[in-house]
């Protein structure tokens, strides 16, 4: 696996400014990026809707935060993330509501996803780097940031 964020999410899968009209189609946008990519199939998009709509939407994780995810399962090719901000705040049922940055996260049996989330918690900890992220204008600027952030914080 990649040694930072930036590795396992390329230019496919980063989605600024989506447009859904609910927390379904905010997870599908993310879904679509990780297909994109080559890191998920359609049926993976399907999965994460359904864990949230079975468990819940433990998902949001911070506020204006949801980490779209399954557990591995056929449909995760590799590991992978995608990123998706929305220009409309998207309510998910959640204390942490309105979301406004959803991360699709797949992982396969083998390599967990331990690694990637904890790489990720420490950015998403640090509120100067993540305004960074959000006010990225592009795909390209946002994977420089990530390259930028994982290096600094081994």
Known sequence: M???LADMLP???ITLGARPSDWREAITVAGDALTASGATTDEYTREMIAAVEELGPYIVIAPGLALAHSRPSPSVLRAGLSWVTL????EFGSP?????????????EQDGH???MSSLAGILADEDQMTQLEDADSPARLRELLT???ASGD
């Open 2 to 4: 990649g040694d930072n």
């Open 11 to 13: 230019e496919e899968a």
């Open 87 to 90: 220009s409309e705040p998207i």
């Open 96 to 108: 942490n509501d309105p979301v406004t940055l959803v991360i699709g996260l797949a992982a396969t």
């Open 114 to 116: 331990l690694e990637v």
């Open 148 to 150: 930028r952030f994982s």
